[in-house]
C-alpha cells in the first residue's frame, strides 16, 4: 500500500507473506478495500454508478481466472467483477436512503 505505482505494488504484493487463511479471507479483503475505494472518492463512485446495470467484468490475458475472466475465453469467476457490482448496488441504495 505504500506505492501507487501498479507494477511496484504487485511486486511488492508478491513478497508479502500471506495469512493461512488467505483463500477464505481474500474475497471479504477485497470488498472492504472497493467498498471503501467507492464510498470515499466521489469521482470514482459517479463512475462507478454510471455503469447502471451492466454486468461488469475484469477481462485479463494474464490467467486470473479468481479475480476476472480470460480475455479470450471469457471463463473465470470474476470475483472482482461481482464485488464492483455488489458494491455498485449498495451504493445506490445507500443513495435513495
Known sequence: MSSTDPDEAKRL?????LP?????QKRYRMLEIVTAKFSQNPEYRAKLLKTGEMTLVELNSW???????DV?????LNMLGQILM???????????Q
Do not use: C, H, M
Open 13 to 17: 504484493g508478491l513478497q508479502a507473506t
Open 20 to 24: 493461512d487463511d488467505w483463500d477464505e
Open 63 to 69: 490467467d486470473d481466472t479468481y479475480w476476472g475472466a
Open 72 to 76: 479470450k475465453t471469457g471463463d473465470g
Open 86 to 96: 455488489g458494491v455498485r448496488s449498495s451504493l445506490r441504495f445507500d443513495l435513495r
